[in-house]
């Protein structure tokens, strides 16, 4: 039977590459994994600083259940160009720096110590995808994913594949393709069992069959009782495959989900019914540690996803991500569109091939996630080439016919390849350029993007983002204007049902290389920063969940005089899913509803305030006293939710809060931690920019800098444990408030 366990710890890590290295354990620095080459500053830094060769190593010592037996590592992925040694012997090489592959070690290994040795090349190697132009995001380089000690009797099970139909009928059906690895070759007569259960163990179906070949399928049919996966109850089954052989035997589960997902020229449908997708553009990075963030961040940010952003769908831009992420949006309903790596450039004949691999790479490890609805088989705004995208095209549909393709682009009347029209439409701000001789215009119509004379399943892909970076420190029309941005191609997308829905560019914040971005380094593109605090936007999306999930009332202003050009709070749009909004200032009080005049087609239009309700003078004109203001918000004519904007906000409390109360000291886990500087009313302080010093005791450390400065009144960082369990305590001191201490568990 096979074991996998976790080859994190342990390691040694060095600058540079040499043959000393695959012939001498040097333990100079220790490191666990995952691991970032360099830890870079939050901004303003050189890029260029990881773009070349680090080396990992490791001792493996001969454990007596290798004897007769498969036995490699694997992992799940490196940056960028990987080779893979044993006591100095090259083993593997792979060039994708998003997808995994497995170092065979058997026959190899000796008995006693083993050196295992990887070299991790950061170069941007323009053989390998994405390389070879200019991109817009940062590779880090690094071991920045798990590796697994993986040991398997001779014959095993190499992957599984399943299948669902008849979905929507009572009686439902599912397939399990079993790939069977024998890499020695051997003559074998297998039986194979699966068994599908539900999530909490109760057995539902068996089937069993015998093969002598590499490949064998088994199925369920008849199945009554079954729950769709959906967003609202996304049901999991899992199933267990056990192979028995003359070799051994091995075991394997995998989850899934029964569930139809299809984009149509009317839009999409889940289950056979209408919904418009609404959703962010994800990278995987974080501050500091770049992609080398482990599986709780990885959850966390699907969680921040679907529960905070309360979007129904990610763009995994662009590349695919951990499989932790893709695990948690299957656990808790989160649509995923995946893509191949790749931005704009399109390289030779050898790097089309390796880009062709990837395709491979990424629908076997996935295609059973029930989330991911669609396969980007196109490299992201890349011109078009016939002959490259229809071989992506073919091996995603060979792969994985249970999928549609999409290609992401930005060109008008590009040939369309795909079973979907992806589009990033960045229509909106053109209006400013030069020449430009439209007015003001959300999306573009689909005839116009695509140039056919008929309609086709059509999703926008992205939209807004560099056409208005917005920082979540900068002046308060800025960052209204942020928040229009969104409600207005929401609006669009959800007032043409020929739209299956749009992804907005993009969730947070993120460094970048230095040909892009606001010149330190970082991309003010998302609706959240950096540590996924939310900006005014992030309450457009936020704002369209229905009031039985969560009431939201988000008046996006700092409720000052002079914070604006000329002064004044008006207009002011307050994002909320209520049916009205009252706002008191000292005597006045008016009632608002929705702006269903602008915003027509929007689940919750905002409640906007301006001419059509107040007179100049009704909020203090200029000179006058400026005084608090309260609102109330509505649903049914009963009060829901309320909240005072201080007009002398002052510096009150200092608010510390954690994601989660413990960590896995054993996983080495992190949790993100936010700091906020708060008002005598609860509100942030959006110009306090104070720096905040932070200590630990007990079993954890701080990723990054332990002084950290606040940006818009929030400032971040992550708490990872070092290995051990105990108590810990984190002491966040400041000049303007009383120290704050956090306490989390390392378990």
Same mark, same amino acid.
């Given at each position: ?86 006591? @100095?012997?090259?083993? +593997? #090489?792979?060039? =994708?720096?998003?997808? %995994?592959?497995?170092?065979?070690? $058997?026959?190899? !290994? ?111 049919? @008849?199945?009554?009782? +079954? #729950?769709?996966? =959906?967003?609202?109850? %996304?049901?999991?089954?899992?199933? $267990?495959?056990? !192979? ?504």
């Amino acid at each position: 039977m096979r074991s996998v366990v976790s080859f994190n710890e342990g390691w040694s890590f060095h600058e540079g590459f040499g043959q000393r290295l695959l012939e001498t354990f040097d333990t100079a620095k220790s490191v666990s994994l995952p691991h970032t080459a360099v830890e870079l500053p939050f901004s303003y830094f050189d890029e260029t600083s990881y773009q070349r060769a680090f080396t990992y190593q490791k001792v493996l010592r001969w454990l007596p259940e290798f004897e007769g037996r498969e036995v490699s590592l694997v992992f799940d992925a490196a940056m960028a160009d990987s080779v893979v040694y044993l006591n @100095g012997e090259e083993i +593997i #090489a792979h060039k =994708d720096g998003y997808t %995994p592959f497995e170092a065979r070690l $058997t026959g190899k !290994l000796v008995k006693g110590e083993n050196l295992v040795t990887v070299k991790i090349d950061g170069s941007e190697n323009p053989d390998i995808p994405p390389f070879g132009g200019r991109i817009d995001y940062l590779t880090y380089a690094g071991i920045y994913r798990d590796v697994w000690l993986k040991v398997t009797d001779p014959v095993s099970i190499r992957n599984l594949k399943i299948e669902t139909t008849d979905v929507l009928r009572p009686e439902k059906s599912a397939t399990i393709r079993v790939d069977i690895a024998n890499p020695e070759g051997r003559s074998f007569s297998a039986t194979v069992t699966a068994t599908l259960k539900q999530a909490d163990g109760t057995v539902v179906a068996t089937a069993a069959t015998e093969t002598i070949g590499s490949r064998t399928t088994l199925s369920f049919g @008849g199945l009554t009782g +079954i #729950a769709l996966w =959906d967003i609202t109850d %996304p049901k999991l089954y899992d199933v $267990t495959v056990e !192979l028995r052989t003359e070799h051994g035997s091995d075991r394997i589960s995998t989850r899934f989900g029964f569930r139809t997902a299809e984009f149509t020229p009317e839009g999409f449908l889940l289950n056979g019914k209408p919904l418009k997708l609404r959703g962010l553009n994800r990278h995987q990075a974080f501050p500091y540690v770049g992609y080398a963030a482990g599986r709780s961040a990885q959850e966390r940010d699907a969680d921040i996803m679907k529960t905070v952003l309360k979007c129904n769908i990610v763009r995994t831009s662009h590349y695919p991500q951990s499989k932790w992420f893709l695990d948690r949006c299957d656990a808790i309903g989160l649509l995923v569109f995946e893509e191949i790596p790749g931005w704009q450039h399109i390289g030779d004949a050898d790097w089309q091939q390796e880009s062709i691999k990837n395709v491979r790479r990424m629908i076997e490890r996935d295609w059973n996630h029930p989330s991911i609805i669609i396969w980007g088989v196109r490299i992201n705004e890349s011109q078009d080439d016939h002959d490259f995208y229809a071989e992506t095209n073919r091996l995603a549909r060979e792969l994985d016919s249970t999928r549609q393709t999409g290609g992401v682009r930005y060109l008008t009347e590009s040939e369309l390849l795909e079973d979907v029209y992806t589009m990033n439409d960045f229509i909106l701000g053109n209006e400013e350029l030069p020449g430009a001789n439209r007015p003001r215009t959300a999306l573009r119509a689909q005839q116009e993007n695509t140039g056919l004379s008929h309609k086709v399943p059509y999703l926008i892909t992205e939209f807004n983002g560099h056409m208005h970076p917005t920082k979540i420190y900068d002046q308060e029309q800025r960052q209204a204007e942020h928040v229009r941005r969104h409600l207005e191609v929401l609006n669009a997308a959800y007032g043409d049902p020929d739209i299956s829905g749009a992804i907005g560019w993009c969730m947070f914040d993120y460094n970048t290389h230095k040909d892009f971005g606001s010149g330190d380094r970082i991309c003010y593109h998302g609706v959240m920063d950096m540590f996924r605090e939310p900006k005014f936007a992030a309450y457009a999306y936020i704002s369209q969940c229905d009031p039985s999930e969560e009431i939201v009332m988000k008046p996006v202003t700092f409720w000052a005089r002079g914070e604006r050009n000329i002064g004044g709070v008006l207009p002011l749009i307050i994002l909320t899913n209520c049916d009205e909004v009252e706002l008191q200032y000292g005597a006045l009080s008016k009632r608002i509803g929705p702006d269903r005049e602008n915003y027509p087609h929007l689940p919750h239009p905002p409640v906007v305030l301006d001419h059509r309700h107040f007179t100049a003078d009704e909020l203090g004109t200029w000179g006058l006293e400026w005084i608090d203001g309260t609102f109330t918000g509505y649903i049914g004519g009963e009060p829901v939710a309320s909240l005072t904007l201080a007009a002398d906000p002052l510096p009150t409390t200092l608010e510390v809060v954690a994601d989660s109360s413990t960590l896995r000291a054993r996983e080495r886990d992190s949790t993100r931690v936010i700091i906020r500087a708060l008002d005598q009313r609860g509100q942030r302080l959006p110009f306090m920019n104070d720096s905040i010093s932070l200590k630990v005791h007990g079993p954890a450390r701080i990723v990054g800098p332990t002084n950290v400065p606040l940006q818009g009144g929030t400032a971040g960082f992550w708490l990872e444990a070092t290995g051990f369990t105990g108590e810990i305590t984190v002491e966040a001191i400041s000049t303007r408030f009383a120290p704050v201490t956090l306490g989390v568990t390392a378990a």
